[in-house]
């Protein structure tokens, strides 16, 4: 009987063992891996300047090694008015975000993964005039790729149905990468961004 037990107790951590994944967040644009040791699962939201949205989504899927399933693919997003450059406006500040006829702006952290933060009505006048300030600076160099970019995301929904999200950091214009430069963040952002969580 006592082996019997010992035997399903052992059989169980076994199991565990093999089949509990541990939670990785890579910094390469938000994908999370959820790896054990019979399969790894890819949640896949990277950075990717060869696409014309500049990141790249999918899920993928290993098990022992072997990839059973990949539907990574470039996402289909863009802006509602994209920046951009003109002989005549090259030497003025490029606009990031359209911030007319917004009808709700939700912040995230974790590079756009988990659950987001909605700013609130008494908040939207001060975020809106920092977001505006969002403009287009310096090319991003590929070879010299900095960790940590985009870790913080909005998501702006406008009256019309549109949705777009983008990074706080880095924005990809006809598959180039730039810096963006802005003004700095208001105090409630603080206070909205904590309220972000990673599921």
Known sequence: M?????????????????????????????TVIYKAVLYEIQDIHRLDPNSESGYQEGLAVKILGFEIFN???PINKQPSNPPQQTETNES???SVFNTENIARITFYAYHGNGKGSDVPSEYM??????????TIDEEINVNLMPSGINTQV????????????????????????????????????????????ME
């Open 125 to 134: 006048d001060e975020i809106t005039n920092w977001l505006s300030s969002f």
């Open 92 to 94: 003025q500040p490029q």
């Open 71 to 73: 539907n990574a693919k």
């Open 154 to 197: 909005v998501e702006i929904e406008y009256l019309d149905g549109t949705i777009i999200k983008e990074g706080l950091s880095v924005i990809y214009v006809d598959r180039v990468g730039y810096y963006m430069k802005h003004d700095p963040a208001p105090e409630c952002y603080q206070e909205i961004i904590s309220k972000t969580k």
């Open 2 to 30: 006592k082996k019997t037990i010992i035997i399903c107790i052992l059989c169980i951590i076994i199991f565990l063992v093999v089949l509990y994944p541990k939670t990785h967040l890579l910094d390469d644009g938000g």
